[in-house]
């Protein structure tokens, strides 16, 4: 098994479950309420980790009840954070979701106000001890100063980075990476209606020469290798859907664990469409290996 190394942010999430969505101005009782760690780097790293793999994520943690119960909770799922930059001041990013209970859709609230991970948390970090970093698509600049320094040190291993938002001078990471995964968000908000005419659209741009993903949501997922041939897979919803949050975290675990049992793409594609649509059938990320 691999030796993971996630770089991206942990959250609190806490999530109202609701009958139904509600309209502008209404006032709604929830059904449910809980308490959650989110984030997806720490997401992915959770269902790596319950794969076999060695994870350890890095980024930010305030030293406070909120980054214990982050840390608690990454412990109890096997993930190290000894590369944390731990602040003494600052509030944990906190997502406020409303879980709609009719279709398990969920709509997000994000505030953060956390200094980001940056180049100089990683002076001491060990890079090469892993086999597998795995980027959020995040803080471009210094992100990319990261992958920079990856580079000039001869780093070994794969490099995944989750292009998921549109962020100011995103596509300078592309060339960095051995594994692009994109959200369909990303791919609508740069005028595309298919992955496939989107991912011919930024093989087409020159940088990003590794294998290139683009999620899809209830249509399944498209490839490109890095040879560029083709591929796709469908979705494989759950009986019901009840949960869709983290399902693309969990994706993207889905298709690194694939990658790393050397997989090809096509494969790997349709086993990570699998794992997120068995995470759609159930709450949360917890036992998703169960039978
Ligand atoms: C799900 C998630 C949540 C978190 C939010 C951050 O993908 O990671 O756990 O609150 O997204 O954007």
Redesign the pocket.
Known sequence: MATILGIG?A?I?IINEVSHYPAENDEVRALTRQRTR???AT?TLTVLAALGHHCQWAGTLVDDGDGDFVRTDLQNAGVGYRHCNILPHGAMPT?Y?LLNRINGSRT?V?YRDLPEFDLQDTVNLPWHDYTWLHFEGRNVAQTRLMLAALRTRGYPGKISIEIEKSRDDIGVLYEYADLLIFSRQFALHQGFTTGPAFLSDIRARGSARGDLVCAWGETGAYGLDSHDSACCSPAYPPSRVIDT??A??VFNAGLIHGLLLQHSLATALGEACALAGKKCGQRGLRNLLAP
Do not use: A, K, V
């Open positions: 942010i959250t999430d989110g984030g997806n997401n997502s979701i997000i994000h949050l983290g693309g975290d």
